[in-house]
């Protein structure tokens, strides 16, 4: 993230700023004392992460109006992004508004455009000024270190080494197995306290008696701790003195030790380290190679060991093709029985098939016999048309039969009709009796008109009655007097005629008197009659015709029969066949004859079988005999039988000669493949001594031994030099004073006169605590007799305190237990640091330090269990950070402070870094080299340089890439 532009609305004295130039790089804000600089500084943390509360005096409300906070445009990765924080509606903390400035409609997480780190890690590791500097000036080299540790984990300034303590102390002062320490007193107090519930006694004179005593010894005590006091300090001197001596000549000797060892040549641990993994990898590529020549003898051995026989592996493919072959005379041998036994059935069968034949073919003939498809196809073909014509023949007979019986049934069926009457005679005995009917309706008829007549009558009665009409009606009267009679002569004549044509056509067919019933019947039975005379007609007809049909397909049949006949007969002689065959034999024979050519056949296959399998055991014989020549085996005076066994034998020995040559051949890879490693491992050999030559030139040795030797004198001389820094160390823990005095005072002291002043002292002293000793247990005595009169006092009060102290016992018991787990976890926490982060740190900060100091200062080491910094001058001295010039002391800080910024980038992503006159206490050389590793560190990371000192920013304007802004 790097910042392009800053805008304050209201924030400390400034209102409407805006630093709209600010560029990549080094942007140096100039500006006089109480400009703001160190206000822009903090309004860049509060716009990030929140404003203060308002009890903060770095909340920086605005003094001169405008809405309190701001806005910072950033370029981060390809999008540009404006942060905003405005205390609008007079809201204490707002929050942070982020807009993306090329997608406003992107959503953007303060968390990742802050590479997810707090407050509390941007203003440890990004944002430092001169504050930050000189509470660091005083601080001992173990906080220096603290200090590391905050900005690498992301604490607040609180070190996190003395929260460690602070948890140490804090678990030493609640509880320890042995000691009278929170929790032991308060279980001690509260033992006593529950005694003292059972033994309650008014003890008042006693108590006043024993506060007089108390007054005495009191006085007393002050006295003689006066005395102690000033022995004790005299003591204490004289301690120092004695337990630093023994230092002191530790440094004395290790610094006389050191001066003797004259060392030419480089060397360092990596190297020695280097040197050992070479000679034993030297040694153990010699091992292997020792190793490998040996194998190579082995495999050589073995390889001259194996003897084969080359003349049976060229004849392999022989000797394969021979085997097969003698798979297939076995095959044969087993056959050989099958083969007779299956000649001797197939003649059986030809003979038994010949017995069928019987004289319809000569033997002589047979195998010259041959029926062509188209012959056979013809003669088959003839006789099932000659059979089908025979079944249509005597179906035909069948059929004329039927006819015949049909005709004589219908005959017999209606011989009296046939007989009595014809269809004339019948047709007009029907006539006469439907003129009969016909009468019988008249008749009727004339009723009718005889009714009409009588109705008309009386009608022109009664109306010549009533009318009394004249002549006419007379006529009319009279004229229905004729019709009357008329109409009944009519009828009765009619009917007289049809009675009398009846009776002479009929005679004796009608009973009784003749009706109209009677006659209806007899008509019925005479048409009943007529249909059955023209049925019978019909059907004989028909029978007759069908007579006739058939018996002219029953010749042409015949006719056919006798046709195809000869023609079969002249194919019977094509083929060699008597003429005069049954037909139904024909077929039978001609199969048999085509059964017996093909047992025939099939007994000459089994014949040829036969030969060509003694032609295949004699050629077996014969290669078997060659491929033993070809290899050296002998092979007179076998038999044919044995030949197969030593085929068998021959394919044995073949696989076995297979089999070595096949290992031959893996020995072969297997040596080659030997021989390669055996190189690479010279290679690998030379490559190691090479190596090795280098690091011997290196150290300026002769050989190994010399190097070891010499790395010795190297680790003794360092030894020493960690001795002379440690002595010096311990020296200074124990004095307060300056170093070079402690040192110049030892020069003037020895172990016997600070041994007899210890002496006289400690017997003052010892004479003075056994009197303040007894004193001491006496005012205890009474104090303990009085705090028990006091607590035995009232009940109540004891049981009140005995509660307390239980409730007290069980919080301080929990609270150590707390302290103990954060004491284990930040251990964790400290250790992964230490491993992983830290070196990286110091190997930055060296670089940077060097180059401020100009190669004064050239290591910043960490010694001794707890890792102190110390610094290495380029004599090689060890330098506590203390023992330096304030100056000096800052410049380390900036230095380490860098390095910690460039691994905390390298990890969690880049910020904008801010410095706030962090060069005030530099001289001016060292400024301008600080200046120059600045702008180094700034090819990396974006500066916001602020100052109010113009020859900063003069050298500054030198470099036309650096951006400078005035306030």
């Not at 603290?146 to 300034?157: E, L, P, Q, R, W």
């Not at 480089?266 to 380290?273: I, P, V």
């Not at 009665?461 to 229905?480: E, P, R």
């Amino acid at each position: 993230m790097k910042i392009v532009k800053i805008e304050i609305d209201g924030f400390g004295l400034h209102r409407d700023l805006k630093l709209d130039n600010i560029k990549e790089g080094i942007n140096v804000i100039y500006g006089n004392n109480e400009a703001g600089k160190s206000t822009i500084k903090n309004f860049l943390s509060s716009l990030l992460f929140g404003f203060k509360s308002r009890s903060s005096l770095k909340r920086y409300e605005p003094i001169n109006g405008g809405t309190h906070g701001g806005k910072i445009t950033v370029i981060n990765g390809d999008d540009m992004v404006e942060l905003s924080r405005l205390s609008i509606n007079n809201r204490s903390n707002p929050d942070l508004a982020l807009t993306s400035l090329k997608n406003p409609s992107k959503k953007l997480e303060t968390q990742q455009l802050l590479q997810g780190i707090n407050q509390n890690v941007y203003d440890n590791v990004f944002s430092f000024g001169l504050e930050e500097l000189q509470n660091l000036k005083s601080l001992t080299d173990q906080e220096v270190m603290d200090y590391i540790y905050t900005a690498g984990f992301g604490f607040s300034k609180a070190s996190m080494p003395k929260v460690k303590k602070q948890l140490n102390d804090l678990c030493d002062s609640l509880w320890k197995p042995k000691g009278k320490k929170i929790i032991n007193n308060h279980i001690e107090e509260l033992s006593k306290v529950i005694k003292s519930k059972n033994a309650i006694q008014n003890l008042q004179e006693k108590y006043i008696d024993l506060n007089m005593k108390k007054e005495e010894a009191s006085k007393e005590i002050l006295s003689l701790e006066i005395k102690i006091k000033k022995l004790n300090k005299e003591q204490s001197i004289l301690h120092d003195y004695i337990k630093g001596m023994p230092r002191f000549v530790e440094l004395r000797n290790a610094q006389e030790m050191s001066a003797k060892i004259h060392l030419k040549g480089s060397y360092s641990d990596t190297d020695y380290n280097s040197m050992m993994n070479l000679e034993s990898n030297y040694a153990i590529c010699a091992k292997d190679l020792e190793d490998k020549a040996e194998i190579l003898n082995k495999i050589k051995l073995e390889m001259e060991s194996l003897c084969i026989d080359r003349k049976i592996l060229v004849a392999e493919p022989e000797i394969k093709t021979l085997q097969r072959e003698g798979e297939m005379v076995n095959t044969i041998l087993k056959l050989e029985n099958d083969n007779e036994i299956k000649k001797r059935q197939l003649q059986e069968k030809i003979n038994s098939t010949m017995a069928l034949v019987g004289d319809s073919i000569g033997t002589d003939r047979i195998k010259n016999f041959n029926v062509s498809l188209e012959q056979r196809v013809a003669i088959n073909e003839a006789i099932d048309v000659y059979r089908e014509k025979e079944r249509e023949l005597l179906l035909l007979n069948r059929e004329l039969a039927d006819l015949q019986e049909d005709k004589g049934v219908i005959n017999n069926r209606y011989p009296n009709i046939l007989e009595q009457q014809s269809t004339n005679s019948i047709e007009s005995r029907i006539a006469i009796l439907h003129e009969y009917l016909r009468a019988s309706e008249n008749t009727g008829q004339g009723k009718m008109v005889q009714f009409f007549a009588l109705i008309m009558y009386f009608t022109t009665l009664i109306i010549m009655a009533l009318n009394s009409y004249s002549f006419w009606s007379i006529i009319g009267v009279a004229a229905m007097g004729i019709l009357f009679p008329l109409s009944q002569w009519y009828t009765t004549n009619r009917k007289v005629k049809n009675i009398g044509k009846i009776t002479r056509g009929f005679e004796g067919e009608f009973e009784g008197v003749l009706s109209v019933e009677m006659v209806k019947s007899k008509i019925k039975d005479f048409e009943e009659s007529l249909l059955q005379i023209q049925n019978r007609k019909t059907k004989l007809e028909d029978i007759n015709s069908k007579i006739q049909l058939k018996e002219g397909k029953l010749k042409d049949i015949q006719g056919f029969l006798e046709e195809l006949s000869f023609e079969i007969s002249l194919m019977l002689r094509e083929v060699g066949l008597k003429e005069k065959l049954n037909i139904n034999s024909i077929v039978e024979v001609i199969r048999n004859i085509a059964q017996i050519k093909e047992y025939m056949k099939e007994l000459d296959t089994v014949e040829e079988r036969i030969s060509s399998q003694e032609q295949k055991k004699v050629s077996f014989f014969t290669k078997t005999k060659e491929i033993c020549d070809m290899i050296g085996i002998a092979f007179e005076g076998l038999r044919f039988e044995d030949a197969v066994g030593q085929v068998t034998m021959i394919s044995e020995k073949l696989n076995e000669e297979k089999k070595k040559a096949n290992k031959l051949e893996l020995l072969v890879q297997k040596y080659d493949s030997a021989k390669i490693e055996h190189a690479k491992l010279l290679e690998k050999e030379k490559t190691y001594s090479d190596e090795i030559q280098v690091l011997l030139t290196k150290g300026e040795a002769t050989d190994l031994s010399n190097y070891k030797e010499k790395f010795k004198l190297y680790k003794e001389r360092e030894g020493l030099l960690k001795e002379v820094v440690a002595a010096t160390e311990k020296i200074q823990t124990i004095f307060t004073q300056g170093i070079d005095e402690v040192l110049s005072n030892f020069q003037k002291l020895s172990f016997n006169s600070l041994n007899e002043e210890r002496e006289r002292v400690l017997g003052d002293l010892e004479a003075v605590n056994s009197e303040y000793k007894k004193l001491v247990q006496e005012k205890g005595e009474l104090l303990k007799e009085i705090q028990q009169i006091e607590q035995q006092e009232d009940i109540d009060k004891i049981l009140i305190e005995e509660e307390r102290l239980q409730g007290k016992i069980s919080a301080d018991i929990e609270k150590w237990a707390t302290a103990k787990l954060a004491i284990n976890l930040l251990d964790l926490a400290i250790k992964e640091y230490e491993e992983k982060t830290q070196p990286e740190v110091f190997k930055r900060a060296e670089s940077y330090f060097s180059k401020i100091t100009e190669g004064k200062y050239s290591r910043i080491m960490l010694l001794g269990e707890d890792k102190n910094i110390v610094v290495l001058d380029n004599k090689g001295a060890a330098i506590k950070p203390e023992l330096l010039s304030r100056g000096t002391q800052e410049q380390l800080y900036i230095c380490i402070r860098l390095g910690v910024i460039d691994e905390f980038s390298k990890k969690n992503g880049k910020l904008p870094v801010v410095f706030d006159d962090v060069l005030v206490n530099f001289d001016e050389r060292r400024t301008k080299n600080a200046l120059e590793v600045i702008k180094d560190f700034s090819s990396n990371h974006q500066v916001l340089f602020f100052t109010c000192h113009k020859h900063i920013v003069k050298e500054m304007e030198k470099n036309k890439e650096i951006n400078v802004i005035s306030l």
